[in-house]
Nanobody, 124 residues
Framework: QVELLEAGGRLVQAGDSLRLSCATS????????MAWFRQAPGKEREIVAA????????YYTNSVKDRFTISRDNAKDTLYLEMNNLQPEDTATYYC?????????????????WGQGTQVAVSS
């Protein structure tokens, strides 16, 4: 059974940086696009960033452009999200997801495997 395990979430102050990681197992990691989604309390889950199978194409939602960087290490079967200049509105549970194909998907339905999430809280 495919497993995705997120790590790195914690409470930080506005302006701080965090690096999330998503370790995968029993997944042909290098074959699939990956993404980070987040869900804030009382809100719907939204895509934050996505990366295609070889890291050559990335996508960011507008609110995180120029602050967040998604990357992957196919040799380590691990996905990352570097988050800089965090703001209170970034507070959410962050989920790692694996797509069903190597190309980026922009909606939850394109992703077939999900992690349990890691919580990020940003205080003002």
């Amino acid at each position: 059974q495919v497993e995705l395990l997120e790590a790195g979430g914690r409470l930080v102050q506005a302006g701080d940086s965090l690096r999330l990681s998503c370790a995968t197992s029993r997944l042909t990691f290098g074959a699939y696009a990956m993404a980070w989604f987040r869900q804030a309390p009382g809100k719907e889950r939204e895509i934050v960033a996505a990366i295609n199978w070889n890291g050559g194409t990335t996508y960011y939602t507008n609110s995180v452009k120029d602050r967040f960087t998604i990357s992957r290490d196919n040799a380590k079967d691990t996905l990352y999200l570097e988050m800089n200049n965090l703001q209170p509105e970034d507070t959410a549970t962050y989920y790692c997801a694996a797509a069903g194909t190597g190309d980026i998907g922009y909606y939850q339905g394109a992703y077939t495997n999900w992690g349990q999430g890691t919580q990020v809280a940003v205080s003002s």
